[in-house]
């Protein structure tokens, strides 16, 4: 079994900064893709940015320059660091993870999710 435990989420003032954390526990052989998706109210899950396990990176072009994804493989945690938050990245973050369970095995998991509210 595998879980993905996010932390981070927060209430701040557009502007502020806040920094999300996932880490993945279990029985597995790795981890290829980590990523951070987000869930407004009423809208549909949407991608934030990933990361591959070789560290190349792709952002939602409405977080670029802002939003940073990095990860750490030894930790098996993933990171995203948020700048120059607004009100409209108010959302459920939620962490995703392509995870290799077997030799020959691969399974998306999701975390429970964490909410950021950014107030103007």
């Known amino acids: 079994q595998v879980q993905l435990v996010e932390s981070g989420g927060g209430l701040v003032q557009a502007g502020g900064s806040l920094r999300l954390s996932c880490a993945a526990s279990?029985?597995?052989?790795?981890?290829?893709?980590m990523g951070w998706y987000r869930q407004a109210p009423g809208k549909q899950r949407d991608m934030v940015a990933s990361?591959?396990?070789?560290?190349?990176?792709n952002y939602a072009d409405s977080v670029k320059g802002r939003f940073t994804i990095s990860r750490d493989n030894a930790k098996n945690t993933a990171y995203l660091q948020m700048n120059n938050l607004k009100p409209e990245d108010t959302a459920v973050y939620y962490c995703n993870a392509e995870v290799r369970t077997s030799f020959a095995t691969r399974r998306n998991y999701w975390g429970q999710g964490t909410q950021v509210t950014i107030s103007s």
């Open positions: 990361v591959t396990n070789l560290g190349y990176t």
């Open positions: 279990g029985n597995f052989f790795g981890i290829n893709t």
